[in-house]
């Protein structure tokens, strides 16, 4: 069965005075990426819990948060309140990786890990078991419009050797970069989430950004099955 592809535009690149018609116009994806930037983890700075919940009461896709945060042990309870349907906390920034997953599922939402580029797939050998999703930075975080680090199709193949070996299926996200161009490429190496900030708000056609997106996404999957 061919696996279906999940499209999650990131609000980091939409247009912030006008919020609620942006996120009108990807009502056709599947999630919508949330990028809370802190400026100690990554050199940027964006939106906190009270935006997510404004975003979340004015879109009806899950709220994607990814936590580029050096404090996720202290902030995360305040994003979990505001909404976070999936949330998303890099593995560099906490020592408790395993309290914060349990944290997130006792507030009913799915649980996933980020890993920086330099970071090893290996080092989620002990916790893979638990998380509904892992999230692949395919470029280094802090800002969106970034090329896509070439060495992340390779990192994407191991991932799911080592979920093979574990017997799981969580979700793969891959993160900075996609676009139509390389959608397939990492589909076919095994991611089934794409974020696309760029490659959907850079645009004036978003429906058909997203459409492309997935098209392109699919025909990675087919070569995979
Ligand atoms: O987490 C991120 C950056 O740290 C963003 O989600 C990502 O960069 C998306 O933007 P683009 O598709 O333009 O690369
Ligand atoms: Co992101």
Known sequence: MLEDVKIAPSVLSADFMHLADELADIRDADYVHFDVMD??????????????RAVKGACELPVDAHLMISNPDEMLPSYLDAGADL??????????ANRLVALIHDHGARASIALNPATPVGMLESIIDELDM??????????????????????????RRLCDEHGVRPLIEVDGGISARNAAEVTCAGANVLVAGSAVFGVQD???????IRKAGLTGTAKKA
């Open 87 to 96: 949330v998303s906390f890099q593995y560099e920034a906490t020592a408790h």
């Open 206 to 212: 978003r429906p058909a950004a997203i459409a492309a």
């Open 134 to 159: 892992v999230l692949v930075m395919t470029v280094n975080p802090g800002f969106g419009g970034q090329s896509y680090l070439p060495s992340s199709t390779k990192k994407l193949r191991q991932l």
């Open 39 to 52: 400026g100690h983890f990554v050199p940027n700075l964006t939106f906190g819990p009270d935006v997510l």
